[in-house]
């Protein structure tokens, strides 16, 4: 599990992910702004490893080392336009499981 501001993401099992909570700037990845009571499933991810999430941002580490990003993205934050979808993030680097941190306005 990881938790940003006012939403929360979950890893099942099985990769995929799932978010509740506000998601005012697209935090929850379901390619809305519509706020969720309830866990939905993160719009087309798979195959994730590791997840964090930030005040309005969520991250996603996939098994083959890509991370995607989504949310908020007022201070470049996702290294990417502003996105309510995961989308790979920046140059499109690889990390490893102990690459992954966020922070409050960071990710």
Known sequence: MA????HSLALKSDGTVVAWGNNLQGQLGDGTTT???SPVAVTGLTAVAAIAAAGYQ???LKSDGTVVAWGLN???QLG???KHQP???GRGDRLDRSSRCCGCRSS
């Open 35 to 37: 706020n969720r009571t």
């Open 74 to 76: 007022n201070e470049g």
């Open 3 to 6: 938790a940003g501001m006012y």
């Open 80 to 82: 990417d336009v502003h």
């Open 87 to 89: 989308q790979q993030s």
């Open 58 to 60: 969520s991250i996603a």
